[in-house]
T-cell receptor, first 113, second 112 residues
Framework: KNQVEQSPQSLIILEGKNCTLQ??????????LRWYKQDTGRGPVSLTI?????NTKSNGRYTATLDADTKQSSLHITASQLSDSASYIC????????????FGTGTQLKVEL | EPEVTQTPSHQVTQMGQEVILRCVPI?????FYWYRQILGQKVEFLVSFYNNEISEKSEIFDDQFSVERPDGSNFTLKIRSTKLEDSAMYFCASRDPPKTQYFGPGTRLLVL
């Protein structure tokens, strides 16, 4: 069964600090991995998307890495801002099946002053 | 920037009633999806739709659920006889390959 696990479940950091969120997946056959940001009560918004051949992708202060051999990904947030407070969700897509996405449970990040 | 829109933003209904959740995907997208998120839980796939038919559905998407693209712009999710456990946030998404899926803001459904 396809699964996506994330850690930590929640995280509190001070504004300006960096943090790294982890994702492990067992999705086969692997197509791509995305990181989404979801504000409370809103739909997920895509941050990065990586295919099998890519091992890093940046989007502003967000940098995602992918190790397809160990089936692990990380999302690094630099110089955090209060507006970064949200749930960060790792989502993996398998080939075929109309791009069905398997979602992780998310890491709830809170950035404080 | 074009975006997926959903209506209503909130829906309260009595158990056993039918509800229709509406979505307007991004205009040139060809793939459409419904997901749900029960409060405090992860987002779950319900169904994908392409070329006017269901391409894949999850075990959650039983006979009580149906989807339709009644015209060129709307994409609807119907729940025939709602149950308490259908209470959740329902997200519509659309996609224009090879780009990623774009999600709507969601409809919060509460079944009493």
């Amino acid at each position: 069964k396809n699964q996506v696990e994330q850690s930590p479940q929640s995280l509190i950091i001070l504004e300006g600090k960096n943090c790294t969120l982890q994702c492990n997946y067992t999705v086969s056959p692997f197509s791509n991995l995305r990181w989404y940001k979801q504000d409370t009560g809103r739909g997920p918004v895509s941050l990065t998307i990586m295919t099998f051949s890519e091992n890093t992708k940046s989007n502003g202060r967000y940098t995602a890495t992918l190790d397809a051999d160990t089936k692990q990904s990380s999302l690094h947030i630099t110089a955090s801002q209060l507006s970064d407070s949200a749930s960060y969700i790792c989502v993996v897509s398998a080939t075929g099946g109309g791009n069905k996405l398997t979602f992780g449970t998310g890491t709830q990040l809170k950035v404080e002053l | 920037e074009p975006e997926v829109t959903q209506t209503p933003s909130h829906q309260v209904t009595q158990m056993g009633q039918e509800v229709i959740l509406r979505c307007v995907p991004i205009s040139n997208h060809l793939y459409f999806y419904w997901y749900r998120q029960i409060l405090g839980q992860k987002v779950e796939f319900l169904v994908s739709f392409y070329n006017n038919e269901i391409s894949e559905k999850s075990e959650i998407f039983d006979d009580q659920f149906s989807v339709e693209r009644p015209d060129g712009s709307n994409f609807t999710l119907k729940i025939r006889s709602t149950k308490l456990e259908d209470s959740a946030m329902y997200f519509c998404a659309s996609r224009d390959p090879p780009k990623t899926q774009y999600f709507g803001p969601g409809t919060r459904l509460l079944v009493l």
